[in-house]
Nanobody
Framework: QVQLVESGGGLAQVGGSLRLSCAAS????????MGWFRQAPGKEREFVAA????????NYADSVKGRFTISRDNSKKTVDLQMKNLKPEESAVYYC???????????????????WGQGTQVTVSS
């Protein structure tokens, strides 16, 4: 099992940056592909980014490509999301998740994720 705890959310200005972090517990963290999702009020939870278990491959939603960077440190059991040039419409609760073992790459669907954190709020304001 994997338990996930996000941190780093808060208030950012339009065009600003934030770095989210997700700390995992469990001995097998390094075997999971990891992802970040976000959910704005009244909207579906949507895929943001994913990273392979070894950290060598990543995949991004088109809307964040070039602005967001996902990374992981398997020795520290963390996965981070660096967000730059933030937009007001990116205000949402951001969730870290661990994909089910054996999921195909890239894991962009919510249904392939077995473990979720409780989320961290990001608010982008002018």
């Amino acid at each position: 099992q994997v338990q996930l705890v996000e941190s780093g959310g808060g208030l950012a200005q339009v065009g600003g940056s934030l770095r989210l972090s997700c700390a995992a517990s469990g001995r097998t963290f390094s075997s999971y592909d990891m992802g970040w999702f976000r959910q704005a009020p009244g909207k579906e939870r949507e895929f943001v980014a994913a990273i392979g278990s070894s950290g060598t491959i990543a995949n991004y939603a088109d809307s964040v490509k070039g602005r967001f960077t996902i990374s992981r440190d398997n020795s520290k059991k963390t996965v981070d999301l660096q967000m730059k040039n933030l937009k007001p419409e990116e205000s949402a609760v951001y969730y870290c998740a661990a994909a089910s073992r054996g999921s195909s790459w890239p894991p962009r669907s919510r249904s392939v994720y077995s473990y979720w954190g409780q989320g961290t709020q990001v608010t982008v304001s002018s």
